[in-house]
């Protein structure tokens, strides 16, 4: 017993102000019932006190406050030394909550009562609302807490098996056996499911030996990899798998996927069933075999079903007094088990049910049952029996875990004779395995795994042994009806919510007839729980009380994610798979510093000339100098690259971007901005007209997927004779660009006339550089005399070190993406994507000459004339401060007075105008040159800089046309 904890490292933690003392491996929860404590916090509308339920984090009934967060779950929650914990959702103390009267005032609060009572007058609701947020008791959070390090990263496996008891062991054994890459996904901290914690046997041996010949196989063999505390928390197309584990985020990808999650086990509902002392067999068996605690003293179990005989068996084997085994039904389906129960004394009482639960006047513990005989559905006889316990265990049937085959649109259906929903309708490359399947037999249970394995194997086309068929029928453990109301009420659906029987038939009574509005109205299964042990019942009583089927009434949408997911989880850094140019290896020989840009590696900047070192500010100036006074060369390979050929191809293209194309000159360049319907600019680049009927177009690193995408998309519907293909990694490409640019070229391209006259600027030739076959564009992001080659990708090295041979005598060096940058903000150049957001349209960033309003039609032209009749909100402008003033960052906030106006998008010093230089979003009244706005820094300090005309340098373009 105490599979999880280690006795020998003792640990001492606070709870409620009080010391306590636990072992390593125990939770919060484990470690406070080991020392007589079960009352763990108040629940969320009466404030009623609430101990653990399923000892698995599949209840609200154990939230906690730590120091730095709410809504912890103490019943899956690492001890650690010194750790300080209080309850949640009191008034006053834990122990004597001051709040819990509102429970006598529950026939005045029915269901919805708040909708009814608080609409009217007018804005009444925001008074009550404050008032009802302060009773509920949320937690508290931290505001000064440091958050954690989060990140994501990428698995991919043949087969994805979710969960690792009997059937997901199985699974993933006869999956990796096959040949396949497996990867077995367990949210506890140890495999093995329901073999760590549950008996199959009367003798309490089968689950020790199917655990040790599983899990050293699996642990052992090397097509499988495992995950534990690891929670698979949706199902998305194509087997796409968020896995969380720890502060870690996997995005999975699958081809076959196996779903062996298990089933949830059901509570019986009756009154007072949420006292602290009352919780599933499945807790009270996880506290002895997990933790070594045990449960209580004295144990009544409630059953409808044959492991309910089991757990008493272990109950009374770790010594707990069973003052009686009390099943709802006529007796076991295996009647040795009553044989086996009368041998070691336990009382049996059948056809009979725990009424209500008894507790003293505080109802911090249960301390007795009233028991009753069964007259009919959901109805008892007067004649009671009062058994004294301190802890009721409660077996009444199980839910399975839906909802990952439900997000994958798998339909639930409601078997009348077992009493049991059951799932089909699944997609491809899905299956479901062990009691999530509706099995519950171990032998059943296993050889669904074996068959799931097969047919992965066959899905996967690798060789597979035919699996032999499931022997017999399936097991029936779910009670029809577990649902006895009682005249005084208090017995709860949802523990969450503190929803009783009688709110759920109101509910029905108002006219909610579908489950989905029932859930809306009564907010049953909207809590932290999300319905797991809420659904069955809910729709059983919702099917009754509109005279309908279970199968019709359903269960409520399942939705991810499976468990709450936090924002650093959604917001952690991502390690994303990443491409290299074909000048990459040039790049690291040359000591670069590279950076993420979009999918690819960059060099950001290169070792500082004058001292050899990697500081990013003297390399960037350094570089930019440069640039601006001799000659540099930059990789561009990035740059996305897209060809359109076809007899639309002009057609296609002017329809796509803003300017216009239809007449663009072949051996032209034009500037090509790209709007989305919303006449947002999501995108820009250079289109090349290389023939008639043909047009290179390129686009930004990071947006090229999304042009790709959408030009396929649009031409979808206007079905233009064009090909579109993305050639972006089949072409390599360098950017020289400086004075002395030139005179690097001439030695390089022998046969293509590079005078001013015979090459101007925006022109394109196609000729040779050395041996290699070139496009030649003279375009210039940085402001210089500079030409683009785009070579074949197979020649990127060779077109590298060719020119900067060439360039030896001329004094070229490589630069950067951040001189590159800084080179395009003294020109005053838009990043797409950095100075622009997804609110930006083409004339508040200075971009209204990129817009054709002649033609016709081009994607968003109506939202864009529609934004430019509307009276301008903010501007795109340029900005200088002093050298010496504080330096903006991208992202500070723009201020007129108390308002914000605006925010920095991008921001350095300029070494050409000694000066600091940005762009920032103003109000549209401080846009003229001349005007000046108020930026916030660093620290709080506030800096007043002045607008200027763009571009920063070399107004009148003459260094680029030269």
């Known amino acids: 017993m105490g599979s999880l904890i280690n006795r020998q490292q003792p640990i001492t933690f606070q709870f409620e102000g009080t010391n306590y003392h636990g072992v390593e491996g125990d939770t919060l929860a484990s470690a406070l019932i080991a020392n007589g404590r079960y009352l763990l916090s108040r629940s969320f509308k009466y404030h009623r006190p609430r101990g653990p339920l399923t000892m698995a984090g599949q209840d609200a009934n154990t939230l906690v406050q730590l120091p730095d967060e709410p809504n912890v779950l103490a019943d899956t ?30 026939k ?36 000064n807490a440091t958050g954690s390090y989060h990140d994501k990263a990428y698995l991919f496996a043949d087969v994805v098996v979710v969960g690792s008891g009997p059937a997901g062991l199985k699974a993933a054994l006869t999956a990796a056996e096959g040949g396949a890459k497996v990867l077995l996904v367990e949210q506890q901290s140890q495999l093995g499911g329901a073999l760590t914690y549950a008996r199959f046997d009367d003798a309490g041996v089968r689950a020790g030996q199917v655990r040790e010949a599983l899990i050293p196989a699996v642990e052992a063999h090397v097509n499988i990899h495992v995950l534990c505390k690891a929670t698979c928390n949706g199902w998305f197309t194509d087997n796409f798998l968020p896995v969380i584990q720890g502060t870690r985020m996997y995005k999975v990808r699958a081809q076959e996927c196996i779903v062996a999650a298990g089933a949830f086990d059901q509570p019986a509902i009756f009154r007072n069933n949420d006292l602290p002392g009352v919780m599933l067999a499945s807790a009270a068996q996880r506290l002895i075999r997990h933790y070594a605690v045990r449960p209580g003293k004295r144990a009544v179990v409630l059953t409808g079903n044959d492991d309910g005989y089991l757990a008493a068996l272990d109950l009374h084997e770790q010594g707990i007094e069973v003052a009686a085994l009390v099943d709802m039904r006529a007796g076991p389906v295996d009647t040795r088990l009553t044989q086996t129960i009368n041998q070691h004394g336990i009382p049996l009482h059948v056809e009979h049910t725990v009424f209500e639960a008894l507790h003293d006047k505080t109802l911090h513990h249960v301390t007795g049952v009233d028991v009753r005989r069964i007259t009919r559905r959901g109805e008892v006889a007067d004649d009671s029996l009062t058994l004294e316990c301190d802890l009721l265990c409660m077996a009444a049937g199980y839910m399975p875990m839906y909802q990952l085959l439900c997000q994958a649109g798998g339909k639930l259906t409601y078997n009348d004779d077992v009493a049991e929903f059951s799932l089909s309708n699944l997609p491809k490359h899905l299956y479901v395995a062990g009691s999530v399947n509706g099995l519950h037999d171990l032998d059943q249970v296993l050889q669904d795994g074996v068959i799931a394995g097969t047919q992965a194997l066959h899905s996967l086309d690798l060789p597979a042994t035919e699996a032999a068929p499931l022997v017999g029928a399936p097991k029936q453990v779910n009670f029809p009806w577990p649902i006895f109301a009682h005249p005084k009420g208090k017995e709860f659906v949802d523990f969450d919510e503190d929803l009783q029987i009688r709110d759920i038939i109101n509910a029905t009574r108002h006219g909610y007839r579908d489950v989905q509005l029932v859930k809306r109205f009564s907010t049953v299964g909207m809590g932290p729980s999300q319905g797991r042990h809420s659904a069955l019942p809910t729709a059983r009583l919702v099917a009754d009380a509109t005279g309908r089927t279970v199968s019709e009434t359903g269960v409520t949408t399942a939705r991810p994610p499976f468990t709450a997911e936090t924002l650093s989880h959604l917001a952690g850094r991502s390690f994303d798979p990443f491409r290299v140019t074909p000048l990459h290896q040039r790049h690291l020989q040359l000591g670069a ?3 993420p840009a979009g999918d690819w590696q960059r060099p950001a900047f290169y070792p500082s000339a004058t001292s050899g070192h990697l500081d990013r500010d003297r390399c960037m100036q350094e570089e930019a100098i440069h640039v601006r006074e001799k000659v540099g060369l930059i990789d561009v390979s990035t740059l996305g690259g897209i060809e359109v050929r076809g007899p639309d191809a002009a057609e296609f293209v002017n329809r796509i971007y803003t300017f216009g194309f239809l007449k663009q000159p072949v051996g032209r360049t034009r500037y090509a901005a790209m709007a989305n319907e919303q006449g947002v600019v999501v995108d820009d680049g250079v289109s090349c007209r290389l023939g008639e009927n043909h047009f290179y177009v390129t686009a930004t690193t990071s947006g090229l997927a999304r042009v790709y995408q959408s030009m396929l998309q649009w031409n979808a519907q206007w079905r233009l004779d064009v090909d579109i293909a993305n050639v972006t990694s089949a072409y390599a490409a360098v950017n020289v660009a400086g004075p002395l640019s030139r005179k690097v070229l001439e030695k390089v391209c022998t046969e293509v006339d590079l005078s001013p006259e015979a090459f101007p600027y925006l022109e394109l030739r196609e000729g040779k550089a050395g041996e290699a076959p070139a496009r030649l564009l003279r375009v210039g992001f940085v402001g210089e ?90 501007r795109l402008v340029g900005f200088r401060l002093p050298a010496t003033s504080a330096k903006p960052l991208e992202g500070h906030l723009v201020l007129e007075g108390s308002d914000i106006t605006g925010n920095v998008t991008s921001c350095e010093y300029s070494p050409s105008q000694d000066a600091i230089i940005g762009l920032a979003y103003a109000g549209a009244d401080k846009a003229t040159p001349g005007s000046h706005i108020t930026i916030r820094v660093e620290g709080g300090d506030e800096v007043n800089a002045e607008v200027v005309k763009l571009p920063f340098y070399d107004a009148n373009n003459s260094r680029q046309e030269m």
């Open 108 to 143: 005045f609060m029915p269901v919805g009562f708040y909708y009814r009572s608080f609409y009217k007058p007018k804005g009444a609701w925001k008074f009550w609302e404050s008032l009802i947020r302060k009773k509920a008791g949320l937690g508290r959070y931290d505001l």
């Open 77 to 106: 929650h690492p001890l650690s030394q010194g750790l300080a914990v209080t309850g949640q959702n009191y008034s006053g103390s834990l122990d004597h909550d001051s709040d819990m009267k509102l429970g006598k005032f529950s």
């Open 593 to 595: 510093k590279m950076m």
């Open 785 to 874: 005399l500079g030409y683009e080659l785009h070579v074949p990708s197979r020649y990127g090295e060779y077109l590298w070190d060719l020119l900067m041979k060439a360039g030896e005598e001329f004094g070229i060096r490589p630069f950067g993406v951040e001189a590159q940058r800084l080179l395009r903000l003294e020109k005053g150049h838009v990043i797409i994507g950095q100075d622009t957001d997804g609110m930006s349209h083409p004339s508040e960033i200075g971009m209204s000459w990129a817009v054709n309003r002649k033609k016709p039609f081009f994607v968003g032209r109506r939202a864009v004339d529609i934004l430019d009749e509307q009276p301008a909100k903010r």
